[in-house]
């Protein structure tokens, strides 16, 4: 068999090889996108929760403030009936104007905080959720991946073995040079020539070069992109 037919065959086997490997490499990047999603949420749910606990230590020290507060109003109120001077006595009225001041927007403050702890709590059940989705997620896949790649092993070593089958009918040069050929390639290391056209450039080639490709008797390139050339399926 001619060598350039021999180099279409192995280049179409490895061609299958590559999109095997493409098809892994895909969903393990799938996997990898999930697994830094989830991370990611982790690490977003972890702040919220020390959120949340800072909020509930500021609603405890506030709560704890206005009790202080209404139970110093209290004394100052009966300590109001027992004051001699209109002096200390207006003194003590101020006070207790003060303290009441600070309980009311202590009060205030507990309203907000309780809002805002109502909020971090709904985001906290919402990555909670996002969490548990993204766990099934790449639960799903992981096992998708390990039931496809006993078949992907299976075809590949199928592959390899066809691929040494054709490879020891090539020569080691040629080889050699469809391999450094398909490197730069991405895997195309043979093309058909097509009307007088190299498939590989689309550039019209010398029509000595076409003669020569037609021959079928030795390695043509194709004098613009280096590729290797074939004589066309639908030329005669
Ligand atoms: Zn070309």
Redesign the pocket.
């Known amino acids: 068999m001619d060598q350039i037919q021999l180099l279409k065959e192995i280049q179409s086997v490895d061609l299958e090889i590559a999109k095997i490997l493409g098809r892994e490499e895909e969903l393990l990047k799938e996997i990898e996108g999930l697994e830094k999603d989830f991370e990611d949420v982790k690490k977003t749910l972890t702040a919220l929760k020390g959120l949340l606990d800072d909020l509930k230590e500021k609603q405890r020290k506030v709560s704890r403030e206005v009790e202080e507060g209404k139970g110093r109003i209290e004394r100052d109120k009966k300590r109001l009936k027992e004051v001699r001077s209109e002096k200390e006595y207006r003194a003590l009225l101020k006070e207790i104007e003060g303290t009441e001041r600070k309980v009311r927007e202590g009060e205030e403050e507990i309203l907000k905080v309780m809002e805002e702890m109502e909020g971090v709590e709904s985001q906290i059940h919402e990555k909670e959720k996002a969490l548990s989705d993204l766990e099934g997620k790449i639960m799903e896949k992981r096992k998708a991946y390990e039931e496809e790649k006993k078949g992907w092993d299976r075809l590949l070593e199928e592959k390899k073995k066809a691929r040494e089958e054709i490879a020891r009918s090539i020569r080691p040069d040629v080889l050699r040079e469809y391999e450094f050929i398909r490197n730069r390639r991405k895997g195309v290391a043979v093309?058909p020539i097509r009307d007088g056209t190299?498939?590989?450039?689309?550039?019209s080639?010398p029509p000595q070069i076409v003669l020569q490709v037609r021959k079928k008797e030795e390695i043509v390139?194709?004098?613009?992109?280096?590729?290797i050339?074939s004589w066309g399926e639908s030329e005669t």
């Open positions: 093309v190299c498939s590989g450039c689309n550039m080639v390139y194709c004098p613009y992109c280096r590729i050339l």
